[in-house]
């Protein structure tokens, strides 16, 4: 980890997975991003004043206790303590007839930290440059708690490419086995079940409470790394604002806090005063400028994936708009554009795969939504006397939910509507399924382009033109992906092509490639006598087609490859609909996400 810090000197949100041990050694099972985006680093555990009054004695459950008896007599002579007879040092006596463990005097104060367990979650993660295969295992501990109905709560990045996760309860030694029900990826949620009725015999769900204020008491209830019992830290409400989610590389309300949260907190509930939970501890900010700067996912999100689930049985995501905007805080330009008053951001960008690109264009100005004024700076009232980012509004909607916008457009005022959906990164920053696809021709290893394989990869190692393409282009048709040969497996069919590496596929035999499951299709339909491929840079590939096939089953027995391809690509394709013409620009001006934007006055919603 000590490597890791050295190689991130800019300020960096940290999401805790938790206290990992891998086979070989300790370490934390977090993912490392090499871009100036979210990494992961621990941050050393702080001392915190006592907790709320539910939890306020948790000091004394597993520590020595207080009382202390007076100053007194009694013949303990020289022959040595003994074990039943006080102990005399400068005056004070301990009886040690007495026990010296604490009890809870309320066992209501002891069900906040009863619902609270602790997660072992086992990892097996795909191998993204040796797509057929995946990664050596490795194990971590994070935290959970009830929320009634059989259900956990926790954080994805926990459970992340799971193979099997268990969960253990307060003071028991038995664990038991979960099931992931649910992964909430830009919320950094999921929700987890457990079918042994054992489990929950003399539990109590938490309960949820409202979004507190500023300067409102917290408490951090998990287990983190230090010991393997549960652990209390206490803090205050710092700040309440839409943050960047490390894990989703999204951007959702959050809460800040000052109290310790450490790797395995994650998962964890915090507490107000009332004992109700008000968020979930998730990630912390790491800065030589800054401390004690933790992050709570607050109940506002949570129950927004919770009732998610509920309604359509699956996550389906928080939609957005799928604009980049612009901030309209200077006259002259509010002048230039028609718009009367301080209010409204501008439009510069529309995706292709929004439903709002069909009633938005660049150059309109949204002066309101649902019939809430947008300020020039992009932000909106929020609860009395406060303001926050546009991006709230549409995070408390639902995918398909329909939002109608106040616009003005070349000095006209209009309302339009418009369906909100998640967005569609063209190089996405999570693969669905978990596993990559892939397809193996005459050797040449093909496969979509990811972040998580940018990560995997490095980006050095990759080209400043397809880096540029994943960082500022957009999907122009829905299921687009950039397509690259990741490595080329060496064989006499292939000869003068083995150094090939990480290169975009343009066409096959002159038609465009749209994904990796359309060349699969377009490499199975194929009658031609060669194979033609077309790459970045005007680079050619030129295979026989009959040998290309003939050296297949050689090729996966040399390099002990299970199959030809991905079994996501066994499917038959189907082609795409409202597939939009692309234009000669390669790459937008701007990056597609807030994460590599470099100015505050733009930002997508």
């Not at 604490?102 to 104060?109: V, W």
């Amino acid at each position: 980890m000590a490597r890791v810090a050295a190689l991130l000197a800019s300020p960096a949100l940290l999401p805790f997975p938790s206290t990992a041990l891998s086979t070989a050694t300790s370490s934390c099972s977090c993912r490392l991003r090499l871009r100036p985006r979210p990494a992961v680093v621990a941050r050393a555990p702080r001392q915190q004043p006592r907790g709320r009054r539910a939890l306020r004695r948790f000091d004394e459950v597993e520590g020595v206790s207080k009382k202390r008896r007076g100053i007194g007599g009694g013949a303990g002579g020289a022959a040595g303590l003994q074990a039943s007879s006080p102990r005399r040092d400068k005056g004070l006596a301990v009886d040690f007839k007495e026990s010296q463990v604490a009890e809870y005097e309320d066992l209501e104060e002891d069900k906040f930290l009863n619902a609270v367990v602790k997660v072992y979650c086992t990892h097996i993660a795909p191998d993204y440059g040796l797509p057929w295969q995946k990664q050596r295992q490795h194990s971590s501990s994070g935290s959970a708690f009830m929320i009634g109905d059989g259900k956990l709560l926790t954080n994805a990045h926990c459970v992340e490419h799971d193979t099997q996760v268990k969960v253990k309860r307060r003071g028991d030694d038995k664990k038991y086995i979960a099931k992931v029900l649910a992964r909430g990826i830009e919320c950094d949620l999921a929700l987890l079940s457990v079918e042994n009725e054992e489990f929950w015999k003399g539990t109590e769900a938490l309960s949820f409470g409202r979004l507190p204020c500023l300067q409102d008491s917290v408490t951090v209830v998990g287990y983190p790394l230090g010991g393997d019992t549960i652990s209390v830290t206490k803090g205050v409400v710092s700040r309440i604002e839409v943050t960047p989610y490390a894990h989703g590389t999204s951007d959702l309300l959050g809460i800040q806090i000052d109290a310790a949260i450490n790797p395995g907190n994650s998962g964890g509930p915090a507490f107000n005063e009332q004992g109700e939970c008000i968020g979930v501890a998730f990630q912390v900010y790491r800065s030589d400028e800054a401390e004690n700067i933790g992050y709570v996912i607050p109940t506002t999100v949570v129950s927004h994936f919770l009732n998610d689930y509920q309604k359509n049985g699956k996550y389906t995501g928080f939609p957005c708009l799928g604009v980049l905007l612009q901030k309209l805080e200077n006259p002259a330009l509010r002048e230039s554009l028609k718009v009367p008053s301080s209010e409204g951001v501008l439009v510069r960008r529309v995706e292709p795969t929004a439903p709002a690109s069909s009633v938005l264009r660049k150059g309109d100005v949204i002066v309101s939504f649902d019939g809430i004024t947008v300020g020039c700076e992009a932000t909106v009232p929020f609860r009395s006397t406060e303001r926050i980012a546009f991006r709230y509004l549409t995070s408390q909607k639902y995918a398909g939910d329909i939002a109608q916008l106040g616009i003005i457009r070349d000095g006209n005022s209009m309302k339009v509507q418009t369906i909100l959906q998640p967005r569609k990164h063209l190089v996405p920053f999570h693969v669905e399924g978990g596993q990559p696809s892939y397809l193996i021709v005459a050797g040449l290893v093909f496969t979509p382009l990811t972040e998580p394989f940018i990560e995997e990869e490095c980006e050095d190692t990759l080209g400043l033109k397809l880096l540029a393409k994943a960082r500022y282009s957009l999907a122009t048709f829905e299921g687009e992906q950039i397509v690259i040969v990741s490595q080329v497996l060496a064989h006499e069919v292939n000869i003068g092509y083995e150094h090939m590496g990480n290169q975009q596929v343009i066409k096959l035999n002159g038609t465009a490639v749209k994904n990796i499951h359309h060349l699969a299709h377009l490499v199975d339909t194929c009658q031609d006598k060669f194979l033609t491929f077309e790459f970045e840079d005007d680079f050619l590939v030129v295979l026989h087609r009959e040998e290309a096939a003939a050296a297949s089953s050689d090729i996966l027995k040399e390099h002990a490859i299970p199959s030809v391809r991905s079994s996501d690509l066994s499917e038959p394709y189907v082609e795409g609909k409202n597939e939009v013409q692309k234009t000669s620009e390669d790459f937008g001006e701007s990056p597609v996400t807030n994460f590599e934007m470099g100015i505050d006055c733009l930002l997508w919603a």
